[in-house]
């Protein structure tokens, strides 16, 4: 907690993403926010937000330039919250598939990331969800239209179901609440695993609804 008794969050600044869209909407909806790449201020912050635009390999390659990926490690382990916004999402499953070129991700969920099969790609608009029952950050805006901008997306969610005991994913005990939307194919909109939540869409560009999602996980935060 910042010395103004507000929750303190640190957008991760490493070349990629709506970084001053995402500080401001944070800012509004009473967060102490702080623009950096200081590996020691986003490791002790309330909370971490990853943003993302472009292409997935570029984004895992600034992310590693800066180490943010060792960040976000860290921080999960320790039980302390992230949020990831359009390819921060992203970047969290095993690998993105672009134009044939397969690159690693982070791997804190299993799946890869492949293109939409839908008649107009990108997908750029206005869209509702199906918010998983229970969701902490969709409360009071379940029905609501969310602002997408992406060609690729998570198409499956492996721990929605039943998983090998030996993958590496088998330890989690608590399954994720995983939000779905449509264009062409059915992809994953939102997240929420533990300290990890993201979200495909992007909440600082959702106007009101956006504004009170945010809300919802800086909330979580006290």
């Known amino acids: ?21 995402a500080v401001r909407a944070l800012e509004r909806v009473g967060a102490d926010v702080e623009l950096t790449h200081d590996r020691r201020r986003a490791q002790e912050a309330d909370g971490l937000v990853v943003p993302g635009v472009g292409a997935f390999a570029a984004c895992m390659a600034g992310l590693r330039a800066v180490r943010g990926d060792e960040v976000v490690g860290r921080r999960l382990a320790g039980g302390r919250p992230v949020l990831g916004i359009c390819v921060g999402m992203q970047i969290l499953f095993e690998a ?6 397969v690159t690693e991700g982070m791997g804190e969920w299993p799946g890869t990331v492949r293109r939409l099969d839908a008649p107009v790609v990108p997908h750029m608009g206005w869209a509702t969800v199906e918010a ?31 998983i090998p005991e030996d993958s590496p994913f088998a330890r989690t005990t608590i399954r994720p609440l995983v939000t779905w939307a449509t264009h062409g194919d059915r992809f994953v909109a939102a997240v929420e695993n533990g300290p990890l939540s993201a979200t495909q869409f992007h909440p600082e560009k959702s106007g009101d609804a956006g504004a009170h999602l945010l809300e919802n996980w800086v909330a979580t935060l006290r």
């Open 1 to 21: 907690m910042s010395e103004s008794g507000r929750p303190s969050v640190v957008v991760l600044d490493y070349g990629f993403g709506n970084v001053r869209s």
């Open 96 to 101: 993105g598939d672009e134009h044939g070129v």
């Open 132 to 162: 998983a029952e229970g969701s902490r950050l969709f409360a009071g805006v379940e029905r609501e239209r969310f602002y997408f901008v992406h060609s690729y997306a998570a198409q499956e969610f492996p721990l929605e179901a039943d």
